[in-house]
């Protein structure tokens, strides 16, 4: 199975407490397969996984995990991987 890398365009609201918060820019039905998947920085080097996506379809809030011990730049470009 191919995966395809995939930039999430993503605005930062918030962090929860345990949770980063981001609001998709856009927004595709095919992205509602990223729930779960690892997340990575621009050098490809995993920071995190999608925990959660919830609220309105056409423009979600999205819920990232961040790796223990590991702080989250919400700066940071957001790249996943679709199966």
Not at 5 to 18: C, D, R
Not at 32 to 40: D, F, G, H
Not at 70 to 83: C, G, I
Request: hydrophobic share 35%; net charge positive.
């Amino acid at each position: 199975m191919k995966k395809n890398w995939v930039k999430l365009n993503l605005f930062y609201i918030g962090k929860s407490k345990k949770h980063q918060i981001f609001r998709a820019k856009q927004w595709n039905s095919n992205f509602e397969k990223i729930l779960k998947q690892p997340v990575y920085n621009e050098k490809y080097e995993k920071i995190g996984y999608i925990k959660d996506i919830f609220g309105p379809i056409n423009v979600p809030f999205i819920s990232i995990k961040a790796l223990p011990n590991q702080l989250f730049d919400h700066n940071v470009k957001v790249y996943t991987k679709l199966t």
